[in-house]
C-alpha cells in the first residue's frame, strides 16, 4: 500500500466557513444548527417562516463576547454582575448548548413557542410549566410545545425548576457549572424511550463534542480522512451518514448511532474521540483523451467565462459561438 504525506484538514485554523470572519468588520450572523439556527444571539425554528423558539435571559446590563470560533461554529460569553453563561453554537451539536458558571440557568421562550408539559423520560414525571408545581432530580427532558417540541439534557440532576410565567423559565441545580443542552425537534419521533439512548444522550451532554480537526491522506486508490474531537463521542457529518458506503464512493465508515432528525440528515454520534473513512479517489487519475480531431483558431474565452463556474453580469456578452 502506498501512502502519502498525511495533511492538516478543517480545524480551526484553516476552515473557519461562516463561523468566522471574512474581514475584520465583516462576518455571518446565522449558524444552522441540526435543527434551529442562531441568528444575533437567538434561536429560531427551520423554514420558511421561521419561529422564535427561546433564547437566554438576561439582566439589563451584562457583557456578550465571541471567545472561539473555527469551523464548527462559535463559543460566546454572556457576563454579569457575579454570574455567567458560556453558549456554545456548533454544528457539531445537535443543539445549542448552555454552561453556567453559579447555579441557575434561565431561558425565555415567546408567544406561540412556549413550553407546555416536562416529562422526565427516566422517572416518567409529567409536570405543566403553566402551573405552580416544581419538577426536580431528572436530567433528561421532552418539552411539548404548540409550535416546536424539544429535549433537554442536563449534565447534572435538577435541584429546582420553576417558572416566572409561562414563558420565563429557571432551571436550578445544586453545583455550579452544570451544562445544558437544548435540543429543538423536527419530529416526536425522537424522543427516546430506551435506556440505552437515553444514556447516550446523557454521555453528550456531560462531554460535548466541540472542537473537532480532520487530517488526510492519499492511500492508493483513496483518500482516507480521520477526525479528532475533544470529547468520549463524536458526530458523524449527516451527509456521510446518508451516503453509506454506496456505489463504491465512500468505505471504511464509522460505525454511528442516529439520534437525532436534522435538517440535512440524521445527527448521528460514535462512542470515540475520533471517526474515519476513505473516499474513493480514482478519478484523479482520469485523464482528458479527445474524441475527434479539430482544426482552425479557437475564439479566445471571454473573461467574464474563464471560470467554470462563473457567469458574466453584462447580459450582452455571450460564450463563443452561442447565439
Request: glycine share 6%.
Given at each position: 500500500m502506498?501512502?502519502?504525506?498525511?495533511?492538516?484538514?478543517?480545524?480551526?485554523?484553516?476552515a473557519?466557513?461562516?463561523?468566522?470572519?471574512?474581514?475584520e468588520w465583516?462576518?455571518?450572523?446565522?449558524?444552522?444548527?441540526?435543527?434551529?439556527?442562531w441568528?444575533?444571539?437567538?434561536?429560531?425554528?427551520?423554514g420558511?417562516?421561521?419561529?422564535?423558539l427561546?433564547?437566554?435571559e438576561?439582566?439589563?446590563e451584562?457583557?456578550?463576547a465571541?471567545?472561539?470560533r473555527?469551523w464548527?461554529?462559535r463559543?460566546y460569553?454572556?457576563?454579569?454582575?457575579?454570574d455567567?453563561?458560556?453558549?456554545?453554537?456548533?454544528?457539531?451539536?445537535?443543539?445549542?448548548l448552555?454552561?453556567i458558571?453559579?447555579?441557575?440557568?434561565?431561558?425565555k421562550?415567546?408567544?406561540g413557542?412556549?413550553w407546555?408539559d416536562?416529562?422526565?423520560?427516566?422517572?416518567?414525571?409529567?409536570i405543566?410549566?403553566?402551573g405552580?408545581?416544581?419538577?426536580?432530580?431528572?436530567?433528561?427532558?421532552?418539552?411539548?410545545?404548540?409550535?416546536?417540541?424539544?429535549?433537554v439534557?442536563?449534565?447534572q440532576?435538577l435541584k429546582?425548576?420553576g417558572n416566572?410565567?409561562?414563558?420565563?423559565?429557571?432551571?436550578e441545580f445544586?453545583?455550579?457549572?452544570?451544562?445544558?443542552?437544548v435540543v429543538?425537534l423536527?419530529?416526536e419521533?425522537?424522543v427516546?424511550?430506551?435506556e440505552?439512548t437515553i444514556?447516550?444522550?446523557?454521555r453528550?451532554v456531560?462531554?460535548?463534542?466541540?472542537?473537532?480537526?480532520?487530517?488526510?491522506?492519499?492511500?492508493?486508490d483513496?483518500?482516507?480522512?480521520?477526525?479528532?474531537?475533544?470529547?468520549n463521542?463524536?458526530?458523524?457529518?449527516p451527509?456521510?451518514?446518508?451516503?453509506?458506503?454506496?456505489?463504491?464512493l465512500?468505505?471504511d465508515l464509522s460505525?454511528?448511532t442516529?439520534l437525532?432528525?436534522s435538517?440535512?440528515?440524521p445527527?448521528?454520534?460514535?462512542?470515540?474521540s475520533?471517526?474515519?473513512f476513505a473516499?474513493?479517489?480514482?478519478w484523479?487519475?482520469?485523464?482528458a483523451?479527445?474524441?475527434s480531431?479539430?482544426?482552425?483558431?479557437?475564439?479566445?474565452?471571454?473573461?467574464?467565462?474563464?471560470?467554470i463556474t462563473?457567469?458574466?453580469r453584462?447580459r450582452?456578452?455571450?460564450?463563443a459561438?452561442?447565439s
Open positions: 502506498q501512502v502519502m504525506n498525511t495533511f492538516a484538514g478543517c480545524n480551526a485554523s484553516n473557519a466557513g461562516c463561523a468566522a470572519r471574512y474581514r465583516a462576518s455571518d450572523d446565522i449558524i444552522s444548527l441540526a435543527t434551529c439556527f441568528r444575533q444571539h437567538a434561536f429560531f425554528s427551520l420558511e417562516q421561521p419561529i422564535h427561546f433564547d437566554l438576561l439582566p439589563n451584562f457583557s456578550v465571541c471567545t472561539q473555527d464548527c461554529g463559543s460569553r454572556y457576563a454579569w454582575e457575579n455567567a453563561v458560556n453558549v456554545e453554537i456548533r454544528t457539531s451539536l445537535p443543539g445549542p448552555f454552561q458558571d453559579n447555579t441557575h440557568l434561565r431561558l421562550t415567546f408567544t413557542s412556549e407546555r416536562f416529562k422526565d423520560l427516566q422517572s416518567g414525571q409529567v405543566d410549566s403553566h405552580a408545581e416544581s419538577i426536580e432530580g431528572g436530567r433528561i427532558y421532552f418539552v411539548s410545545s404548540d409550535k416546536v417540541p424539544a429535549l439534557i442536563c449534565s440532576p429546582r425548576f416566572i410565567t409561562h414563558r420565563h423559565y429557571d432551571f445544586a453545583e455550579a457549572g452544570a451544562k445544558v443542552l429543538p423536527l419530529t419521533d425522537d427516546p424511550s430506551d440505552e444514556q447516550q444522550w446523557l453528550i456531560e462531554s460535548p463534542s466541540i472542537h473537532i480537526e480532520e487530517s488526510f491522506s492519499l492511500e492508493d483513496a483518500i482516507k480522512v480521520t477526525g479528532k474531537g475533544n470529547a463521542t463524536i458526530f458523524l457529518s451527509m456521510l451518514s446518508l451516503l453509506g458506503e454506496k456505489d463504491n465512500v468505505s460505525v454511528a442516529p437525532v432528525t435538517w440535512c440528515g445527527y448521528s454520534v460514535i462512542d470515540a475520533e471517526y474515519s473516499i474513493n479517489a480514482k484523479l487519475f482520469a485523464k483523451a479527445t474524441g480531431s479539430v482544426s482552425g483558431a479557437f475564439t479566445e474565452i471571454p473573461e467574464e467565462m474563464s471560470c462563473a457567469m458574466s453584462n450582452n456578452v455571450r460564450p459561438g452561442s
